[in-house]
């Protein structure tokens, strides 16, 4: 059985953490202030779609497909995108807390992550090249054998990283942030 094609609907402040978004291809439609929270996203595919000011927080997103998808001012607490459909994966981050989200093994180049809280996320193994992270807060974020190449870390904070161990090739870093990486070294860095 085929899966419903929905098409430039907009769905405001409406409760699907008990009962579930019907499956379904969804096409340019926008999300508005809506509770996913703890609820059913699963083999879902959402195209060129809009999330703003919803709740997705611990949703099973498993298998769902996001292409061009924007999350803008979202709660998106322990999220596992790894589990969502790979092909096509394309979305960007707008204000959104991702706390305790994990993006583990995912190849999503060129991401962008504005005014995001990042707090304790895991980006193991991920391919973040070119990704930028424009005023996000990286707090006991994870980086560990990810493809960091030329991706713009220069505007964000608290961002701690092995440079032994992740692909750094043209990044960008403020000057703070530099001393982050520095860190496992124990070493001063003293301005004259």
Do not use: W
């Amino acid at each position: 059985m085929n899966n419903p094609f929905i098409t430039d609907q907009i769905y405001k402040d409406e409760d699907f953490s008990k009962l579930r978004l019907p499956k379904g291809d969804y096409d340019s439609c926008s999300f508005v202030g809506c509770n996913f929270s703890e609820g059913y996203l699963d083999n879902c595919q959402f195209l060129e779609c809009t999330f703003e000011d919803c709740n997705l927080s611990n949703a099973n997103i498993g298998h769902a497909t996001f292409k061009e998808v924007q999350f803008v001012d979202c709660k998106m607490v322990g999220l596992l995108f790894e589990k969502c459909n790979q092909m096509l994966l394309s979305f960007s981050f707008k204000g959104c807390t991702l706390d305790f989200s994990s993006f583990i093994s995912m190849s999503i180049p060129g991401t962008l992550f504005d005014g995001c809280k990042l707090r304790n996320i895991d980006f193991s193994e991920a391919d973040l090249s070119r990704s930028r992270f424009i005023n996000s807060n990286l707090d006991n974020a994870i980086f560990d054998a990810s493809n960091l190449q030329e991706a713009d870390f220069i505007l964000s904070r608290n961002i701690r990283l092995d440079p032994e161990r992740n692909q750094l090739k043209n990044s960008r870093f403020s000057r703070e942030i530099v001393l982050g990486l520095l860190a496992k070294y124990k070493i001063q860095v003293i301005d004259q």
